[in-house]
């Protein structure tokens, strides 16, 4: 008789089950936490690629600078006509594509001075009360409509906004506008694990984008073409800058806020600063002999009531006692004058229009292609029309 196997029990059988189970999800977990690494390298990898694109694409774009003394609010006769000054420098900076506005103290920061605080392209700045006034209402007339109410509470110093004539600027789109990149801000509905945030566009319906952002914040966002089914928008979060260097149209101006004179050039956001600096005044030379060399970032300096020598005069930083010294050209961008006087807001007009014709970038945008740059967010697909 052949010798019986000895039979396991139930109990011995139930723990090679539970070990085997227990295996499986070890190995199940490893490929899951394996497959989220991927994920992630892969987002990581996409982000700074992005982000290497965005920089290169801001290191090839030639830009212009404009600086003007928030010191031009105080002799505006009522607030009414206070806030209209500021929108017309706001009208004339849009018209001629001005990439940066810088309002400077042309009194240096005087102790005496009512000093308010501003967030600016830089942080949070503490300054004379008539420059933050102006910054503010440039800051405000350069959001596109829709994000204002996100951005910009109710202020004593945008308290006329309702008088102040639209930018009506490329980036301050329409509902029905069909445009690849739009300004957004960052809700605060919530999202599922491992997905983007959901962005407010001006459209209908909320964007998804491929990053988690903190609600609440400004950001750029270049639109995908719709799946041919689906309901669902979504975007890539890109740089500022990456408009317009992408698509050759306008996307507005940042606004920076400084002290004094000294520090219109000393807090330049780029890296190596203005390589071109063209101060303005009656007493410089005539714009007519004037070449403009090649340059990336050029910076136009406005002066005040007084002109440019009283803010060189009270600022403590400079050396200098001619102002001639300190920009690279001094122009008198209308020789022979009427007027014994021509207002800064009358300035900005008259010298842009003299010098674009004899502006030199280096680094031009591209030139718009409509066909390319814009999106049938209702067929999913580029459109021609």
């Not at 509905?189 to 903190?214: F, H």
Request: aromatic share 8%; net charge positive.
């Amino acid at each position: 008789m052949a010798p019986t196997q000895d039979k396991k029990s139930w109990k011995e059988i139930n723990k090679t089950h539970k070990e085997q189970r227990k295996k499986w999800k070890e190995e199940n977990l490893v490929k899951k936490l394996k497959k989220k690494e991927q994920k992630e390298q892969a987002a990581t990898d996409f982000t700074k690629q992005q982000e290497q694109d965005n920089i290169s694409y801001l290191k090839n774009l030639s830009t212009v600078s404009i600086a003007v003394p928030g010191s031009i609010l105080e002799n505006a006769q009522s607030e009414e006509l206070l806030t209209y000054l500021a929108g017309q420098i706001a009208r004339a900076a849009c018209i001629f594509q001005v990439d940066e506005i810088v309002v400077f103290d042309d009194y240096a920061d005087a102790a005496n001075a009512k000093k308010s605080t501003i967030e600016d392209i830089s942080g949070l700045k503490s300054v004379r009360h008539s420059c933050v006034q102006l910054g503010r209402i440039l800051q405000y007339l350069e959001c596109p409509q829709y994000l204002r109410k996100h951005f910009f509470p109710i202020h004593k110093d945008l308290h006329y906004a309702g008088i102040l004539n639209p930018l009506d600027a490329p980036h301050h789109l329409r509902q029905n506008d069909n445009f690849i990149f739009r300004e957004g801000v960052v809700t605060n509905k919530p999202v599922k694990p491992g997905r983007g945030s959901l962005v407010n566009v001006g459209l209908l319906q909320d964007v998804g984008v491929d990053k988690l952002l903190t609600p609440g914040i400004r950001c750029t966002v270049k639109l995908l073409p719709q799946a041919e089914n689906s309901k669902k928008i979504k975007g890539l979060i890109v740089g500022p800058n990456l408009p317009r260097q992408e698509t050759g149209v306008y996307w507005g101006y940042t606004v920076r806020l400084a002290n004094s004179l000294s520090q219109v050039f000393s807090q330049c956001p780029y890296k190596k600063g203005y390589d071109v600096t063209i101060g303005t005044s009656d007493k410089g030379s005539s714009v007519d002999e004037f070449e403009c060399p090649s340059y990336r970032h050029l910076l136009i300096v406005f002066g005040g009531l007084q002109g440019l020598e009283v803010a060189l005069e009270n600022d403590e930083v400079l050396n200098v006692d001619d102002p001639k010294l300190l920009f690279d050209y001094y122009l008198n961008t209308l020789p022979d004058q009427g007027s014994r006087t021509i207002r800064t807001e009358e300035a900005i007009l008259v010298t842009m229009s003299a010098l674009r014709p004899r502006f030199s970038p280096k680094y031009s945008p591209t030139p718009f292609v409509k066909e390319q740059h814009c999106l049938n967010l209702n067929k999913g697909e580029e459109t021609s029309q």
